[in-house]
């Protein structure tokens, strides 16, 4: 009779293959300790003794402390942030340049010694054309001027509404 627990080896480039019950209990017994550490490290883990473990750094900062209301740093959270910064930033860029390209230039209307021409466009136009790159216009657009970028009036700009709103690019 064979000896059942002993692992079945090959001779070439594929692992070893533990076919025995005593195998597969070891391995499920290493994915699951695993698995129990990767949850304490799991902010939506439902075991709520492991969070604590985790968000113990953050439940003692406070509100004028540096970090607070921020992601714990080196996580998977930093980095999306930091990601998703980039490329909104880079769809500011698209829209200001969008603005330069389909815009009206005009004389600066500041009373300064320099008369920078500004450039205009009205919302309609802009929605028409920019809406093929990104449907999120009036988003990336509140994000502008935000940054100082562009200027409008009024809070939000509704399709077919505020098409004749004019949009000032700024820099």
Known sequence: MENNDAPVEFNDDRTVCVTSVKGLKENWQRWS????????HNPFSNNLGAMVNVTAQQQRLQRDQDGYG????????EQ?????????????????QMIRDIGESRGGGDGGSEERPVVTVEFGKLFEHYVNISN????????????????FEGEMLWQ????????TLLQ
């Open 33 to 40: 300790n695993k698995h129990q550490e990767y949850q304490k």
């Open 70 to 77: 921020r992601p714990l740093e080196g996580s998977l959270t």
């Open 80 to 96: 999306r942030g930091r990601d998703a910064h980039v490329h909104i930033t880079r769809e500011v860029e698209e829209l200001c």
């Open 136 to 151: 999120k216009v009036v988003g990336i657009l509140l994000r502008a001027r935000k940054q100082g970028l562009v200027s």
């Open 160 to 167: 077919g509404q505020d098409d004749r709103v004019l949009i």
